[in-house]
């Protein structure tokens, strides 16, 4: 493969150097390292593909084969911004499907492509990984919650002229290159900027708490008493309402009286001249 121009220094070099450290196998880094071209070429790019397999002493046939394999990693040029709209089951059902064709009729554009200007990538994702505020739309991988068509393109508006735009719960938007860039592992120190989780989130912890519910213990000891409540709950579940054994057994003893009530009924009754004793 041949090397062509690029906008990669020896600094971003020593950069993947510091990554291919961290990792007790070198070639472990190069997803981070793979996002770190992306941060500075706009996309991954042969001339990226070879400097990452020459730090990690490996083909770029091995590295290409990762950069085709997923998705987050494009080979053409990405916008200022990259706008992803999730059309997995139910964002689609809750009207992600009329988001993104809203999108792409505003924008002039189709599916992974790039508006003219250059300030927005638009892309279908397959599950943003966010079902609680579905339909979810993401911009430079931050989260943008409970999405209409017309919250959509108001989003993608301000981000074309400049605007300030903070996601539903994380930071203010930069850049899709600076995203990547964090990706890359180099923070930008603003990852706790806004919640990392709302009420939808939690809610199910927050009822396994008031309930006293918890995961089963590890490492094979014994398992916690469940609360009253939860254990009736889970006995009439698995053998029906809960009876005294008294009752029970009252019941078992009249099914069984009543059986042999009905076989001597069944039963021919002795007349005399046909048959004698019996």
């Not at 089951?89 to 988001?99: F, Q, R, S």
Request: glycine share 8%; charged share 25%.
């Amino acid at each position: 493969m041949a090397v062509t121009e690029t906008a990669l220094t020896e600094a971003h070099l020593e950069e993947m150097r510091q990554i291919a450290a961290r990792y007790p196998q070198p070639r472990s880094a190069l997803l981070p390292m793979l996002h770190l071209v992306q941060s500075v070429e706009g996309r991954v790019t042969p001339a990226g593909i070879e400097a990452c397999a020459d730090v990690l002493q490996i083909s770029a046939a091995e590295v290409s084969g990762v950069a085709t394999f997923y998705t987050m990693y494009k080979r053409k040029p990405v916008g200022k911004h990259h706008v992803g709209v999730c059309t997995t089951a139910l964002c689609a059902i809750l009207g992600g499907d009329e988001v993104l064709a809203t999108l792409q009729r505003h924008l002039g554009v189709g599916n992974d492509e790039t508006t003219e200007d250059g300030a927005i990538t638009l892309e279908h994702i397959e599950c943003n990984a966010a079902c609680d505020y579905a339909p979810v739309m993401m911009v430079n991988w931050e989260f943008f919650d409970n999405v209409t068509p017309a919250s959509a393109v108001e989003v993608v508006e301000a981000l074309r002229a400049g605007e300030p735009v903070t996601s539903t719960r994380g930071a203010e938007i930069t850049s899709w290159r600076e995203a990547e860039r964090v990706l890359a592992g180099f923070p930008d120190g603003r990852a706790d900027s806004g919640p990392t989780a709302g009420e939808a989130s939690l809610l199910g912890l927050r009822i396994a708490r008031e309930h006293g519910w918890q995961a089963p213990p590890v490492g094979g000891e014994a398992e916690p008493e469940e609360p009253a409540e939860v254990a009736e709950v889970n006995a009439e579940a698995a053998t029906g309402p809960s009876e005294p054994d008294s009752t029970r057994r009252e019941a078992a003893e009249e099914s069984t009286e009543d059986a042999r009530a009905g076989d001597d009924a069944e039963r021919p009754a002795d007349r005399p001249g046909e048959g004698g004793k019996r």
